[in-house]
């Protein structure tokens, strides 16, 4: 049975009108998916061309658990992540299912997708700097969103919001509650954002490479507290990176997307221990070992990533692949191979004459 | 950074230009300059090439016998003035002469005011401070009325009008290209080229003014209309082209004089001003999104 | 005791505001104030250089013009020593700025009344002009650029670009023209010439003023919506911490105005300062057209009259009010950023 299959069948057995709401946390039994994607597919057309960013995808996330999504640039991880926030320009067109609780998400109209943005679904941008307004106190950007969704008094929103930069360990939280973005340093503005996030306590929280801008001792930090916070909060994550080794350190569980498509899925011992997709591999393959001899030259996946105007038949990975077929012009659909391990291949590593058909 | 928004980027790629495109959509392409600088051709060939062509009166030496016709009169399709002038040929004259003070006082403003601004960006040291501090006062002084003064002093006259102008568009063009030139300092190959030995001169020709120069071209463009608009009105406060000679300017005047009882006469050269400025800022700006955006 | 713990106290206090003041005095904030302040000065000191020479190459003197067309040479050299034009130039330059500095501006060589009363009457009438039509054109483009800016490419945002585009292509003289056409000679509803001031009556004022405002005002409202729109709709575009903002599940009017707005207003700000300069040089022909005892229809009238006296006050004047103009939008950037205010990290 493939993702898309049984991700349906639990579909099905849910309420399916989307009911407003406007804050907190619903009673959701742990081990359950607080969030499940389905089918998502993204296209923006312009100038008359069609570009596919999202083809297919699906995946489920429980609650208190991280997912991550790898992938490079252009692989649709990011484009996804908006359509879930309905943040895509108007050129984008969704279609498919991302259901968190009762809410559906896609498909709304602004006006609804506003309550449930902050409350149900939040999400920490890459860039901090550019992130804040500048021209706004750090404090009057918290208080907004606190205010989004609950009506509050502005006092009790300031305690509300100097509460919040305590919980994501900003120091001095009342000072910096008073001072502009520019005043703080990168790890300090992430930190703010993280808490602007938090404000509505949402259920899922996604984290669109909210660590590459910042210095690997600083990433290290962001990423204790928002797993930390995750404990304590019960949240879902969901970690858009292309750094593998960010995935492999901090999620349950690996998403890699190629192209629009998940090519990859599994829980992360399980993924990086026993890697199948060619596409995986490769990446892994291409990350710079310290136990590598000098001047070794770096492996690189030969080719160039696809152009998304005219994804060629078949697996999209075909052209960049060693172990490519003539089997591979049909497009492989992504199976659960094994028990939890999923992937979309015709000649995975590991087994010799491919998965089961 | 190595992750960009993948979002942002999709919003570039849809919305480059498609490789195969049919002709209409190349044409709808082109059609923002193209109509533009149409117009702006049709403005100079009616004032240039029409009278040449076209049997159309002095705008001068009227007869008093003939003043005052109405619209659609044989031989006189605008009508005549209080001087028996012809208002068409007057329009059309007129514009020969704004358009020649324009085109004049923008190419010393382009050749003069650009190369001092370039030099003066390319420079910099204490040529530069002591062109900006002049610059600074230069355009301090509210510019109308330092023309004014300078074409009170010269005596009203085509000439003299270019003169007061230059004093108004040459430090604009040198702050353009001081700007512009401080900017490409800061590119590589400039500091590539420095040290490769060119010459001071070689600089300014070969690596320079092509790259100021689109910039530069599309302000002169811009600076077409500003100047075309306050010619008219050195015109029209007598300051400008004297009177008999026409220009848009002084005509607009004239006809002000007589407002209430022929109204429409302020409206050709009126029109006529519009349409050229609307057409060459429209040019210029067009021309400026498409150069920038390469 | 007591007595002299509190005069104590005030000794400490004392020390206290003496030592608060030493800080703001260091605060790097009032240093660049100042450095402004002081950089203005030579610019000043340039265009009173240059309004003075301007002045001297005008061929002619008062004198001419007093004695009219058929004085003889003897006459008018007479006439010009008593006026002490015979003296050479940069001795009339700096006689002429150190009564600058006492405050006396000198007499008008043609009516003899002092410069200073004559600023007195013409320049309130000109302050109104110029500053009706600031408030309005800002007022208006505003709005328009917000609602333009608001659904980018529908009917609002297309008008007005249409409507602005248009409007920064007529002249305001023209303008001028055509408002009178319409509104006093078709219509008849407004006095197409003439001046009512504030103290005589206000329905009567803002007659005579409203169609000279709106020809300065309407190219301005052209300039300002135009570009309000297009920052606005760039920010909203193409900025991250509009991302932020909605995804904070805020409305769209919210993160246009409370957001991208105030990032806006910065550049507005600059060109609203940038264009006096122009406002200024406008109402020379505007007060000409309509009638209005201002300052620019004095300027003219001046410049006919080879009345130098008056003429250089008047530039002087004008040409302060630009510089004035220009500090104070780089005083306001300097203070509204709060990234120049509180430094960088």
């Not at chain 1, 908006?82 to 108007?90: D, E, N, S, T």
């Amino acid at each position: 049975m493939n993702l898309n299959q049984t991700v349906n069948q639990a579909g099905s057995d849910r309420a399916t009108e989307a009911v407003p709401r406007t804050g907190g946390a619903t009673s959701v039994v742990p081990g359950e998916a607080v969030l499940t994607v389905s089918d998502l597919r993204v296209t923006f057309t312009g100038g008359g061309r069609t570009v596919h960013a999202v083809t297919g995808l699906s995946y489920q996330l429980q609650k208190g658990r991280t997912l991550a999504i790898i992938g490079e640039s252009g692989s649709g991880k990011s484009v996804s992540a908006r359509a879930l926030m309905g943040l895509l320009p108007p050129s984008a067109q969704v279609s498919g299912s991302a259901r968190i609780g009762d809410d559906e998400l896609i498909g709304l109209p602004d006006r609804e997708m506003r309550k449930l943005r902050g409350t149900d679904v939040a999400m920490v941008f890459q860039d901090p700097a550019r992130s804040l307004n500048p021209t706004m106190k750090i404090g009057l950007q918290i208080i907004e969103a606190v205010r989004a969704h609950q009506k509050m008094e502005r006092q009790q929103a300031v305690e509300r919001g100097i509460e919040l930069l305590r919980l994501v360990r900003l120091p001095a939280p009342e000072r910096r509650f008073h001072e502009y973005p520019h005043q703080l340093s990168g790890g300090m503005r992430q930190r703010v954002m993280i808490a602007i996030a938090l404000a509505a306590d949402p259920q899922v929280l996604i984290a669109d490479e909210a660590t590459s801008a910042l210095d690997v001792t600083t990433q290290a930090q962001i990423m204790e507290l928002l797993l930390d916070l995750q404990e304590r909060l019960g949240m879902a994550v969901v970690l858009i990176s292309h750094d593998i080794g960010l995935a492999a350190s901090y999620a349950d569980d690996v998403l890699v997307m190629y192209a629009g498509r998940a090519v990859e899925f599994g829980p992360t011992e399980m993924l990086f221990g026993n890697v199948q997709m060619p596409y995986t591999q490769a990446l892994l393959g291409s990350v710079p070992q310290l136990t590598t001899p000098p001047h070794t030259l770096l492996p690189v996946i030969p080719g160039q990533p696809p152009d998304l105007r005219a994804l060629p038949q078949g697996c999209p990975f075909r052209p960049r692949c060693a172990s490519a077929t003539e089997q591979c012009a049909n497009t492989p659909e992504l199976t659960e191979h094994q028990p939890g391990h999923w992937w979309a291949c015709w000649h995975p590593i590991g087994d010799s004459d491919g998965g089961t058909k | 950074m190595a992750a960009v928004d993948s979002a942002a980027e999709f919003e570039v790629l849809t919305t480059e230009a498609p490789a195969k495109s049919s002709r209409w959509a190349k044409w709808r392409r082109r059609l923002p300059i193209l109509l533009p600088a149409g117009a702006v051709a049709i403005v100079v060939l009616a004032c240039f090439v029409a009278p040449l062509v076209f049997p159309i009166p002095t705008p001068t030496g009227g007869d008093v016998l003939t003043s005052r016709l109405p619209v659609g009169s044989p031989d006189h399709p605008l009508g005549t003035d209080l001087n028996g002038n012809d208002i068409l040929s007057r329009l059309l004259y007129g514009g020969r002469a704004s358009l020649i003070v324009a085109v004049a006082v923008n190419l010393l403003g382009l050749f003069l005011g650009g190369t001092l601004g370039a030099l003066s960006g390319y420079l910099s040291g204490k040529f530069d401070t002591v062109i900006m501090r002049l610059l600074d006062v230069l355009i301090a002084f509210p510019a109308l009325v330092l023309t004014l003064a300078v074409a009170q002093a010269l005596g009203p006259s085509q000439r003299n009008t270019i003169l007061a102008l230059s004093f108004f568009a040459i430090p604009a063009f040198a702050r353009i290209a001081r700007a512009a030139t401080l900017r490409l300092n800061e590119l590589p190959f400039m500091a590539a080229a420095q040290l490769s030995g060119t010459s001071g001169w070689r600089m300014l020709f070969r690596h320079i003014a092509p790259n100021i120069g689109p910039q530069l071209l599309s302000f002169m463009l811009l600076g077409m209309g500003i100047i075309i608009v306050t010619e008219g009105a050195l015109s029209f406060l007598g300051l400008g082209i004297p009177r008999p000679a026409p220009s848009w300017g002084n005509m607009i005047f004239e006809a002000s004089q007589t407002m209430s009882a022929t109204p429409i006469q302020v409206v050709w050269p009126s029109m006529a001003l519009l349409v050229t400025v609307l057409a060459f800022n429209l040019l210029g700006e067009n021309l400026r999104s498409r150069w920038s955006s390469r | 005791m007591a007595t002299a713990t509190s005069s104590l106290n005030g000794h400490n206090a004392g020390q206290a505001a003496t030592s608060r003041l030493a800080g703001v005095t260091r605060s790097p904030m009032v240093r660049l104030i100042v450095k402004r302040l002081l950089m203005a000065i030579p610019i000043m000191l340039g265009v009173s250089l240059l309004t003075f020479i301007v002045m001297t190459i005008i061929p002619g003197s008062g004198a001419t013009a007093l004695l009219g067309a058929d004085a003889t040479p003897e006459q008018i050299a007479a006439l010009e020593a008593e006026m002490g034009l015979d003296q050479p130039a940069h001795v009339r330059y700096l006689a002429w700025l150190q009564d600058l500095a006492t405050g006396d501006l000198g007499s008008s060589v043609v009516s003899g009344q002092t410069v200073t009363s004559i600023l007195a009457s013409r320049l309130p009438v000109t302050f109104e002009l110029v500053g009706l039509a600031f408030l309005l054109s800002v007022l208006a483009a505003i709005p328009v650029a917000v609602l333009a800016a608001r659904w980018p490419g529908g009917f609002m945002d297309r008008l007005s670009m249409v409507v602005s585009v248009t409007g920064l292509a007529v002249a305001n003289y023209v303008l001028a023209l055509l408002l009178v056409v319409v509104f006093a000679v078709v219509l008849g509803v407004l006095p197409a010439i003439g001046y009512i001031p504030l103290s005589e009556s206000i329905t009567g004022n803002l007659r005579t003023m409203i169609l000279p405002v709106i020809s300065i005002a309407f190219p301005l409202f052209c300039f300002y919506t135009r570009f309000l729109r297009s920052d606005l709709v760039e920010q909203m575009q193409s900025q991250d911490y509009v991302d932020t903002a909605r995804a904070k599940g805020i409305g769209p009017w919210q993160v246009l105005i409370k957001h991208a707005f105030r990032n806006s207003s910065f550049g507005l700000i600059t060109l609203v300062g940038l264009n006096l300069g122009t406002l200024i040089g406008a109402t020379v022909i505007i007060e000409q057209i309509f009638g209005l005892p201002g300052l620019g229809q004095q300027l003219l009238q001046s410049i006919s009259a080879q009345d130098a006296v008056v003429v250089q006050a008047a530039v002087l004047i004008f040409a302060f009010v630009a510089v004035m103009a220009n500090l104070i939008v780089d005083l306001l950037y300097l203070i509204l950023d709060p990234r120049i205010r509180y430094g960088s990290r």
